[in-house]
């Protein structure tokens, strides 16, 4: 869905949400985002907070039971907000847009005008409209996508202080952007077909395992699919990536139209095992519970283990960049990050903020080390890979 620009003024979110406290109205909050491949709906239940803890956006509870916020920086607790900001997100706005309305109805003289489209749309305009953008900030889904706006001189550098929320792995090496939360490439698998033990801890063995024949699921238009078809191609050669591709094509490996629907077929028992970002599987053991035969599985310094990041930078067109470094300082604070572990079901990348659902803790992961996510911008060879392999 490419989403209409809106610049418009909307309703003060946070005052609805404390009248909606008071009367104990219990609300559902649902999203489908297509790009970002999202489907949730999660029943929430409004309350409020006690005595200066973070204010929780929407609800403090979870799918998975109460949440407190404990640990990271309240948004009370950093500059004020002042002035307008013009912010180009390639998040939807179903995904981020009840976050942007709550930072901006903290400061009674701050605007944020939104432009909501595609992340690789929105680079490919801000290009475009070169030092006539309005754009001081760009969201963008991934890591690739920023990257390729620092590679063109676009970005200004963000100030160490805000760097430094997040460990240096999730942020540009020379601080021209940062991570804001982050998706790990997983391997959903139903338990009544395998035990954790029996999924391969690595990628490059799903085509040679005899118990994934027709029996595992993939979504090839996916982005972040592609982006890990990427991180194959750099880490293992295109020849080995091509290789793989034949393989899990002769293995008889099952297509669907996005990450969300593979993991359902796999709870719902239609295939075993499939490839996805982590969050597709606790969105369905959000709805279905955790008695559904599903859980989650990670391969081990491999493409397959890829953690992206969705992530801000401040544009060299900013008209304020101290507002706009603040605004992204922001997106890291102790109540968006919360925001993200229990509404997107992504990682917080501020350690002391914890994930939520049946996931190990960021630490435990073991992603490449050798592999700066800049380098997932780079797609044409990869979609080039894949319709010559016939997988597109």
Request: proline share 6%; net charge negative.
């Amino acid at each position: 869905m490419d989403e209409s620009q809106d610049f418009s003024r909307r309703p003060n979110r946070r005052r609805f949400l404390q009248a909606a406290a008071a009367a104990g109205i219990v609300g559902v909050a649902g999203c489908n985002t297509p790009g970002e491949g999202t489907e949730t709906s999660t029943e929430t239940e409004a309350g409020g907070v006690d005595g200066d803890a973070p204010e929780q956006i929407g609800s403090g509870r979870s799918p998975f039971g109460q949440r407190d916020i404990s640990g990271g920086v309240s948004m009370q607790e950093m500059p004020d907000l002042e002035g307008e900001l013009t912010l180009y997100s390639g998040r939807g706005q179903a995904l981020v847009g009840e976050l942007i309305s709550f930072i901006e109805d903290l400061y009674p003289d701050f605007t944020i005008r939104p432009l909501y489209n595609s992340a690789a749309e929105l680079v490919n305009q801000i290009a475009t409209e070169g030092q006539n953008s309005p754009a001081d900030v760009f969201y963008s889904v991934n890591a690739g996508a920023l990257g390729a706006l620092a590679d063109r001189g676009r970005t200004q550098k963000l100030p160490q202080e805000v760097l430094e929320f997040v460990p240096s792995n999730f942020r540009s090496p020379d601080g021209m952007w940062v991570g804001t939360s982050g998706r790990a490439r997983s391997v959903p698998y139903n338990t009544n077909t395998f035990t954790a033990e029996e999924i391969p801890e690595k990628i490059m063995q799903f085509p040679e395992t005899a118990a994934f024949e027709n029996e595992l699921g993939w979504a090839p238009t996916y982005s972040s699919f592609q982006a890990f078809v990427t991180a194959m191609r750099i880490l293992e050669g295109e020849q080995a990536t091509r290789q793989w591709l034949n393989g899990m094509q002769e293995l008889g490996v099952s297509q669907y139209g996005d990450e969300f629907q593979v993991a359902r077929a796999v709870a719902d028992g239609e295939i075993s095992a499939g490839l996805t970002n982590h969050y597709y599987i606790q969105r369905v053991l959000a709805r279905r519970g955790l008695s559904a035969p599903l859980r989650t599985a990670f391969t081990q310094n491999d493409a397959g283990a890829v953690f992206n990041v969705a992530g801000a930078c401040v544009l060299d067109t900013a008209g304020d960049a101290t507002l706009a470094s603040n605004f992204v300082r922001h997106l890291l604070s102790a109540e968006a990050q919360d925001y993200f572990a229990r509404t997107t079901f992504e990682y917080p990348l501020v350690p002391e903020i914890e994930p939520i659902g049946r996931l190990p803790a960021i630490d435990e992961l073991n992603p490449p080390e050798d592999l700066d996510l800049s380098q997932l911008s780079d797609l044409e060879a990869t979609i080039d890979l894949l319709r010559e392999t016939g997988v597109l």
